[in-house]
């Protein structure tokens, strides 16, 4: 949904391209048929004319390079590009270190070594605490690049799992758990569409998601990044997903790579626990791999192996290596049985050595530290084939014409109030109602809202987000209640010791669920049953006589049977994003919004049911307390 044309180049590259059938060039009228000028603004390199046409002298040698003719195409130019590195070069290339700005926003001296005087290929981005500051650091990022002895540009990403959610304004939207509770591809392009055009805004041209694991055990912290634990859902959503990020099936000017992970599908974790083997068998390898051949054939650009566990079921190397450091995974599986030919970029980890031998071509972590050790264990023609399939990718990206983006765009770009309305949209149509009784409207009413997690705004995504001293652009629960019925009536109660003794005839709205985590959540994986002082606080609510509504802040399948009996009504919400969630969450409690979302998992009754279950199979707990697909429909709650 690119409703405002970004501040990039003039024309396309890939139209160019497809103009363009050789080198040789006619009279200047015919020139002017067969290429379109695209805008150059270098900052230190100079530009020159040939034929015409002008380009910019990344190598300062005042001669045109192939690399340098945006006439020729994306292959053509890498292997000229190549063929100039050293093997240094080359090795910085695959690099891809994580970049923490200062908090004042001041550059650190370091940046411009790793960019101009090592020529570093990649860099993760995070804690961005204005959109600004986003904007300004990026550009001065492609200025010391630019000023490298080959001018290459850096590609820069960011584990933008809900939207640009590192940068502090932009629009952080529902995870993906919240949007498989909508099964709605055309809703999942729409938000996809939103942060292309915000990464494009900021400069930010790959994009660490979307998650393709299939959701196969409740334990596992990392569901909330996950649609579903329904094949056909996966399917649907990643494919959606990737091709709004990347502008359909091949890279061009207007794309953000799109990075599908956990290959094989780490949803089956041993007991839930991340970074353990993966339990991943004969009759669940294809479930798991279902999402990744989707993304695949949708042209997906990037995929992520898993750098935390080992895949046992694949034998060979995946034994004992971690997905990421593994041949049989990346080259034998991802490459061989798949067929995949795009970039390999690995989880952040430490053996790069291993993980380029085994087929990674972009290394995650790996720095300035790491080239010696590269350049002695690994043969060079390897290194080539990696840096040429980068390379590769940031032509067809037109980084190499102008990688630089309007501060003064972005700042109107991001968090715009059509792309909030879009983010409110979608988390509304997540919310699943699992039980709905005694409800009346609260329009006129005087409110309880209760629990820690309702001043929580963090509680609201996962912990995919831009880290404290930054600070969030969102609202609370309890200040959306606050804002929708006035302060004045809405009282709040954060645990049992401070509810009274009648409550009769009041409406609580009462959050409860975990706290912001990533791979760790909040209530580790022994258990998914509520604490106990969640329990005490719906428990003393309902003895006081109050009309008790659950609003469930959920990043996995609890085990609710407890909450749910002691509930009038119980609203799962999901992880619906700090941009919108809260306010979206009150809409539909006044009535305001329907309710019309669907479980995406099965909730199981008991933890025994979940200690029964194999942690890679879907699908497969006997008598849930809700089955998968569930959900009350309400036109308007309380109505």
């Known amino acids: 949904m690119l409703t405002k044309k970004l501040w990039r180049r003039g024309l396309s590259l890939a139209a160019a391209v497809a103009l363009t059938g050789s080198l040789a060039v006619g009279p200047a ?19 020159m004319e040939v034929d015409g046409y002008q380009f910019i002298d ?34 910085s290339q695959m690099q891809h270190p994580t970049f923490l700005p200062r908090v004042d926003g001041e550059i650190p001296s370091y940046l411009q070594e790793w960019c101009n005087e090592e020529g570093i290929g990649m860099l993760l981005i995070r804690e ?12 001065i990022i492609q200025e010391y690049a630019e000023g490298s002895r080959l001018g290459v540009p850096v590609l820069v990403s960011m584990d933008s799992v809900h939207g640009l959610s590192y940068v502090s304004g932009s629009t ?29 805004a900021v400069g930010v041209r790959m994009a660490l998601s979307p998650d393709a694991d299939l959701i196969t055990d409740p334990r596992w912290g990392r569901n909330q990044e996950c649609y579903s634990e329904d094949t056909d859902v996966v399917q649907s959503l990643i494919v959606a997903a990737v091709q709004a990020l990347q502008g359909g099936s091949e890279l061009t000017e207007d794309s953000v790579i799109a990075t599908v992970k956990h290959f094989p599908g780490s949803g089956g974790q041993t007991d839930g626990v991340d970074g353990t083997p993966l ?3 004969e009759d669940s390898i294809d479930l798991h791999l279902a999402g990744f051949r989707a993304a695949i054939e949708a042209g997906v650009a990037a995929v992520m192996p898993y750098g935390y566990s080992t895949v046992p079921y694949l034998g060979g190397d995946a034994v004992e290596n971690s997905a990421d450091q593994s041949a049989a995974v990346m080259t034998d599986l991802l490459r061989g049985e798949l067929g995949y030919t795009g970039l390999i970029q690995t989880d952040w980890g430490l053996n790069f050595v291993g993980a380029t031998n085994a087929g990674a071509d972009i290394l995650g972590g790996a720095g300035v530290r790491s080239t010696r050790q590269l350049v002695e264990g690994v043969d060079e023609e390897r290194l080539t084939d990696a840096c040429r399939r980068i390379l590769i990718a940031k032509f067809q990206l037109g980084i190499f014409e102008n990688p630089y983006v309007d501060e003064e765009n972005a700042a109107q770009v991001l968090g715009s109030q059509e792309h909030r309305a879009v983010a409110k949209e979608a988390a509304a149509r997540s919310f699943t109602l699992l039980k709905y009784e005694n409800a009346s409207p609260l329009a006129g009413q005087k409110l309880v809202v209760a629990g820690t997690l309702a001043e929580d705004v963090r509680a609201l995504n996962s912990g995919w987000t831009a880290k404290e001293p930054v600070e969030l652009a969102g609202t609370t629960i309890l ?14 109660i954060p645990d049992a010791s401070q509810v009274p003794a009648d409550l009769s005839g009041t409406t609580a709205v009462v959050v409860i669920g975990e706290a912001s985590g990533t791979h760790e959540p909040a209530w580790g994986t022994d258990t998914l049953e509520f604490p106990q002082e969640q329990v005490d606080l719906v428990k003393a609510l309902k003895d006081a006589g109050a009309n008790v509504v659950e609003v469930v802040l959920m990043n996995r399948a609890y085990v609710m049977t407890d909450m749910v009996d002691m509930a009038d ?8 994003g700090v941009t919108c969630g809260a306010e979206a969450i009150a809409d539909a409690l006044f009535g305001e919004t329907a309710i019309t979302g669907k479980t995406p998992f099965q909730i199981p009754r008991t933890m025994e049911q979940v200690l029964n279950q194999r942690e890679d199979l879907p699908k497969d707990i006997q008598d849930p307390l809700f089955e998968y697909g569930f959900g009350i429909e309400v036109e308007s709650f309380g109505a």
Do not use: C
């Not at 009228?29 to 530009?47: C, D, G, H, M, W």
């Not at 009504?569 to 619906?576: N, T």
């Open 29 to 47: 009228f015919a020139q002017e048929e067969r290429y379109q000028q695209p805008t150059l603004n270098p900052r230190v390199k100079s530009i």
């Open 128 to 139: 961005l605490n204005s959109v600004e500051a986003a904007a300004n650091t990026m550009n």
């Open 479 to 492: 200040e959306a209640f606050q804002n929708k019925a006035g302060s004045e009536n809405v009282t709040y």
């Open 279 to 281: 339990t991943i068998q």
């Open 569 to 576: 009504s119980v609203l799962l919400a999901y992880r619906p």
């Open 172 to 200: 952080v939207t529902p995870h993906n758990l919240a949007l498989a509770a909508t099964r709605d591809e055309e809703l999942v392009t729409k938000l996809a569409e939103i942060a292309r055009e915000e990464h494009l």
């Open 58 to 91: 990344l190598n300062s040698n005042g001669e045109l390079d192939v690399y340098e003719d945006w006439r020729q195409d994306a292959d053509t130019r890498a292997a000229d590009l190549v063929s100039q590195m050293t093997v240094r070069e080359k090795i």
